[in-house]
């Protein structure tokens, strides 16, 4: 073969191995881009059972969470949940502890933690609530959402009303717990130091917050457990509904 059929070929093997390697190109975009917008084809499910399948979701999610916070060290026992010290007293219980009188602190912690495990159980009707008013809009936007679009949404309905709901059984604990006291204990000794001020804080709205930003929190975990394997929905139109905006 001459020269001129030698570069031919080369040429036209070039070709093909570029038009190889761009056709392998083109699938992979396709195959990231459905990756990245994920699979929300519900054209084969009613509206009915849209709406169905996400409220078996989202009971779900706040049975869930209520019941594991709302027992003895639901709060305590979890580390992305336990509420800690207020952080103007963080620096008099590092203190503390470094002279042996931690049990202040952690008499604190715990006392404030068990207020919030006490009050917990209040969400549960709030949110079911939450779900029964849901309109078809809300459910949409939800199942296309992020992974915590539920929580958000549910956040943006009954975080006043569990607020609100919260706050006199956090006071009731405190009371039960004698949280006053080990405030007044501890906030003591941080007076004698010169730290603080030993006049009694209002802990109340603190704990408050933190119990319903943790009750949110485990909420947004269970529901992107059930997005990332529906098979751990335990209803059988959540399973279908969310396998199918996976």
Known sequence: MNKAGVLLLFLLAAATAHAFDLGNLINKSREIGKSIQGNHD???ISSKDQIGGLKEALIQSAQTAV?????KDGYLGNPKVRIPLPEKLQRLDDLLSRVGMGKYGDDLRTSMNRAAEA?????KDLLIGAVRNMSIEDATGILT???DAATQYFRSKTEGQIAARFRPIVEKAMKKVKL????DEFAGKGARLGLIDSKSASLEDYVTGK???GLFLVMAEEEQAIRSDPLKATGALARKVFSAVR
């Open 67 to 71: 019941k594991s916070l709302g027992k």
């Open 211 to 213: 119990a319903i930003d």
């Open 145 to 147: 959402g992020g992974s």
């Open 119 to 123: 009050a917990a159980p209040e969400a």
């Open 180 to 183: 006053a006291e080990k405030y």
């Open 42 to 44: 519900l054209s084969g």
